[in-house]
């Protein structure tokens, strides 16, 4: 039995000075109904709670990591940077940089601004659309993420196409009432959307591959139609690739999918695991940006030099190892085929969702092709697996509905462990 002790008195006395004692609420481990781990190293495929214990993560900083953690490289790069000054207020010749890398793998990109954390740079995608078409309403797909920003904190009841209903507290029907949430994969049922509210309709933004209630995966052409159906109408599309951009291929889920966005917000990977965002897309949309148009956005942290200089070398990286993301592919499927097989094996129903580096396990015995189809996932059944995995030193994510990540230091011998403990559980479970 792995020991907690530490854990649990930073719990306790976390929670005087913190919110549930996290700063994220997935953190505190609430969904798996578990103590919960608190951090102290990581390195390669490997994090340390402050007990001790080893894991081999799948959490991955949520995706972040695709080099594994403390990558030696970004690390120099890093502290290089930080001896140079962590922050200035002024501009760097490394933002251009940066800029200049991602737009060279995203055909779809002359533009663009970086931002500080993901949620910034949907919230400013969406004011852009809205600056450039005149327009006020936003469609989005049930379970997509897009931060924590009141116009995209929103579900919606059955067929229903017009009104937002808030999805979280404190948030006023007044910023909502303009957002219309339907189900991911339904191409008849957006059809309908987009004509219903076209006269008002500003954008759509979509996660390309939702990760953010689980990995669901875009059925077959309906991407493309939804371009198509956004152009047709003049509609903004707006590709939020925070979690997928250089994570599913150097060109992310648009490069894999044949299909330009009009905006694109990135996050994660290219800041080499330090907080950054960014949304990028058309030169006519994005100078409407301020100082060049009147759409305001700003921050003393937008394109801090940390974070800059950390996402150049990852991305340098990336770039210089293509192969990195064949090799990704292969091991994430060698690992998903060995769960399924010990699964089916053990009478045990389960759907996994993986493309690329990227997983989920949904304990159900249908298929999963949007949050609808998550409803009836067995969660506590989750639960007991992630409990049972930490216990043998894996760490999957404390959620049944987020995805779980692999990085390129994951070796076949840690895939290896990974699956003996799968193995090990789902036997003890016949």
Known sequence: MIALKHSNRLLKRGAQSLIGSVNSPVRSFKAVNTDMLFAQKAYGPFICDIDGNKYIDYIMSWGAAILG???????????????????????????IQLAEIIKRNYSS?????????GTEACMTAVRLARAFTGKTKIIKFDGCYHGHFDSLLVKSGSG??????????GILPAYSRDTVSISFNDIELFKKAVEVNKKDLACVIVEPVPCNTGVILPQTGFLKALAKICKDNQVVLIFDEVVT???????????LFGVKPDLTCFGKIIGGGFPIGAVAGRKEIMDLLAPVGGVYQAGTFSGNPVSISAGIKALECLEKNKKIYIDLEQKTAA??????HEAEANGIKVTI??????FSI???DHEVRSYADTLDVDKAFYADFFAQLCQEGVLFPPSAFEACFLSQAHSDAVIGQTAKAVKKIFRMRR
């Open 69 to 95: 953690h403390a990558f030696k490289p970004v690390v120099d790069e890093a502290i290089l940077a930080v001896k140079n000054g962590s922050s200035f207020g002024l501009a760097t010749e490394q933002e």
């Open 245 to 255: 951009g250089f994570r599913l291929s150097l060109k992310g889920a648009q490069g």
């Open 109 to 117: 990109i002359d533009k663009i601004r970086f931002t500080a954390s």
């Open 362 to 364: 949904f304990f159900t």
């Open 353 to 358: 969702n993986t493309i690329g580096s990227v």
């Open 335 to 340: 690992l998903v085929s060995v769960i399924k």
């Open 160 to 169: 229903n196409l017009t009104l937002g209903i808030p999805s979280g507290e």
